[in-house]
């Protein structure tokens, strides 16, 4: 299953499933990140980094542990 | 009337609080327990509003501290009218709060902030169609260019005057059964002011304040706990995100309803932001934007200091025309001119350009960017990007660094990064290195000084991560868009953290410096110095007299500095100290004892034990750093 934290520069990727406890889940949801939603990813993670996501227009960093969370599957 | 701005992070709150507050009126921080937000009195054609302006908060649901606050303030009903402030570039997702909003059943105002940035991204938004469906007034507003900010007192006026109650959005039937039939179970005397709706879906969502506060009614709590997993079964997913897909589901539906999104303008400030956040090139970019700072900060200081502290040395050198040397008169001059000096010559021109500085770089969007960057090095030292901010802010002073520690949202994040916070050379530090160790050994030593400082505070976290393993989920940040900053903005919020500076420290400082003056006056500068002598002579190898300095640098930490030309008597330090007994001091005034007012912070973000902790930490920490400065430089030198 691919992850946010493998899926290149720029690609657009659609939101499958959240793992994790609910206080992520929570979290990310406030920032506007719900399952099935479509998210362009800015910047990819470099050397295990944060990852940047475009959500809607505006942009969100998410760190490698909530990034290793979300499992996505590339769209066109 | 009482009218309350809510609003998401970065929706341009204050912006907009600090537009219609003014400069005339008195702005007033009242720093309750926890709480921080700013209360103001404006007076408009006869009628007096006062107005809140509470930290951003995504939802009702409280993930940190600052937002718990916020939504207490809400809860307790004492706002009139709601002015929901939202970032119109970011509607989609603001309309997230404003439909929980609505449950609360206050009136309101939609007050759309930033339409030019809406504009930009090509996003029109339909201004009727949005107060027609919510039933309340909608104003569009640019904060930060003073624009649409009159049609808020009105707007706010005739919502309360009309009582213009926004509508509720209904979610799917079956949802809204479950919320219903919880709806007719919450016991009366449960948190009676509050609307049972809101309350309902709360529960629904698994609160866990509200849950806490619901344990008292086990019949209640495993009715819910029924009904919870009923959606669960239904839905196949857990209840919390059930709710929360409706929600969105819901505010798509009205987003596409009222506005139109066209092509965004793709602009320069989108390069400069791939630039500025570039894995490679974001590395050095930062170096030289924190790098720079520090330089025209130390020059601009510099510039400004040397003429003032000439004048004044020459003020004091003349002292003895006027009043009796040795005279009781003369010690109390003394101390008040040395004092007064102190404040305006050393720390001022240092804090001025670090304040405007540090404004700029918030204004513009930088420290977002900045912790984006950095969160795989503060991952080593078991935090993750957000904990630069407060560190940022420490290097200004460490009060506010303490306080920013709220945005993070474990306590044990918390407490780490407050505790390595009190170590970051604050503004006041910065005189200290500037003027002992940049002044009399050179500027590369102090910077030097800063880079080992970080060396340190990295191998602080380092440790203090083996003892408290690490359980945070990580980064999860939103970056607000680069914006330009406004003169005004600039200016005020320098004005209002000099304003802190010249009514709390310098007055101190004042104080503490005839103080010392007596001390010197009553003889009992040298009983105190004799009290420390063990410390500070033999472990240190400092002079005796510095002992009363280093007591001094507890309320303020530049006193130290000030009082160790006082103490020692001279304008030239290099002629009675040696380099490493400057060393040592500095080091150790780094170090040791957070300064009064941080203690203060520290007590009430983290309660009075665990600064009890920190502050025995930092003693031992000066004490061993200036030993082994001691004993290395004693080899070296």
């Known amino acids: ?76 | 009337m009482k009218i309350a701005f809510i609003g998401q992070p970065n929706a341009g709150k204050s912006t907009l609080f600090n537009g219609i507050a003014g400069y005339k009126t008195i702005t007033a921080n009242f720093p309750g327990q926890t709480v921080h937000y700013t209360v103001s009195k404006v007076t408009v054609a006869d009628e007096t509003f006062e107005i809140v302006d509470l930290p951003g908060i995504y939802s009702l649901t409280a993930i940190d501290k600052a937002e718990l606050e916020s939504r207490k303030f809400i809860l307790s009903g004492q706002a009139h009218v709601i002015i929901n402030v939202i970032d119109a570039s970011t509607l989609s997702r603001s309309l997230e709060l404003t439909l929980q909003l609505t449950e609360l059943q206050v009136p309101m105002v939609i007050c759309l902030n930033m339409i030019d940035e809406a504009r930009r991204k090509g996003i029109e938004i339909n201004l009727e169609k949005l107060s027609n469906i919510f039933g309340v007034p909608v104003i569009e507003t640019i904060a930060n260019k003073g624009i649409g900010l009159d049609r808020i007192f009105t707007s706010a006026k005739e919502a309360f005057y009309k009582n213009l109650i926004p509508q509720i959005q209904n979610f799917h039937k079956d949802i809204e059964e479950k919320i219903n039939e919880i709806e007719r179970i919450i016991p009366a005397e449960f948190l009676p002011k509050i609307p049972r709706r809101y309350i309902a879906v709360k529960l629904l969502e698994g609160d866990t304040e509200l849950f806490e506060e619901i344990s008292i009614y086990p019949e209640f709590l495993s009715k819910i706990n029924e009904v919870r997993e009923e959606i669960k079964l239904s839905h196949g997913r857990h209840a919390d995100t059930v709710i929360s897909s409706e929600r969105h589901a819901l505010t798509m539906n009205i987003f596409e309803e009222i506005a139109k999104v066209g092509e965004p303008n793709k602009t320069l400030r989108e390069k400069i932001d791939d630039l500025l956040t570039n894995r490679y090139l974001g590395y050095p970019l930062l170096f030289f934007i924190l790098f720079g700072i520090f330089f025209i900060v130390f020059e601009i200081g510099k510039f400004i200091e040397e003429p003032l502290i000439n004048k004044f040395d020459l003020i004091i050198q003349k002292l003895p025309q006027y009043v009796t040397e040795g005279s009781l008169m003369f010690f109390i001059f003394k101390g008040l001119l040395e004092g007064f000096s102190g404040g305006l010559g050393v720390a001022i021109p240092y804090l001025i350009p670090f304040f405007i500085g540090l404004t700029i770089l918030e204004d513009i969007g930088y420290l977002p960017r900045m912790a984006f960057l950095m969160d795989t090095v503060m991952h080593r030292i078991g935090l993750h990007g957000k904990s630069v901010l407060p560190f940022i802010v420490s290097y200004g002073c460490n009060v506010p660094g303490v306080m920013a520690t709220r945005i993070l949202e474990s306590p044990r994040d918390r407490f780490i990064t407050a505790t390595l916070s009190i170590f970051v050379p604050c503004a006041a530090r910065t005189t200290v290195i500037f003027g002992l160790i940049g002044a009399y050994i050179g500027g590369f030593a102090a910077a030097g000084l800063y880079i080992f400082n970080i060396f340190i505070i990295m191998i602080l976290g380092a440790i203090l991560t083996k003892f408290i393993p690490e359980i945070t989920p990580g980064l999860i940040m939103e970056i607000p868009p680069l914006r330009i900053p406004t003169f005004k903005n600039v200016f005020m919020k320098t004005w209002l953290r000099l304003k802190d500076f010249m009514l709390v420290a310098w007055p101190l400082l004042v104080i503490s410096s005839i103080i010392l003056s007596l001390l010197e006056y009553f003889k009992l500068d040298m009983f105190l110095n004799q009290l420390f002598s063990p410390i500070v002579n033999l472990i240190l190898g400092l002079p005796e007299q510095t002992g009363i300095t280093l007591l001094f640098g507890i309320l303020r930490k530049e006193l130290s500095m000030i009082m160790l030309f006082q103490a020692m008597d001279t304008t030239n330090l290099s002629t009675v100290m040696t380099k490493i007994q400057l060393i040592v001091f500095t080091i150790f005034t780094i170090f040791y004892i957070p300064c009064v007012g941080t203690m203060g912070a520290l007590i009430r973000e983290l309660g009075a034990k665990k600064t009890f902790l920190i502050t025995a930490l930092s003693i031992a920490m000066a004490l061993i750093l200036s030993i082994l400065a001691r004993l290395i430089f004693s080899i070296f030198l």
């Open chain 1, 1 to 76: 299953m691919k992850t946010l934290m493998n899926i290149d520069n720029g690609k657009k990727v659609k939101i499958l499933k959240i793992s994790g406890g609910k206080s992520i889940r929570q979290h990310l949801q406030c920032l506007g990140i719900h399952i099935g939603d479509i998210v362009t990813l800015k910047k990819s993670s470099f050397l295990g980094g944060p990852v940047l996501l475009e959500v809607n227009g505006y942009d969100v960093a998410l760190g490698k542990g909530v990034a290793s969370k979300i499992e996505v599957e590339e769209v066109e």
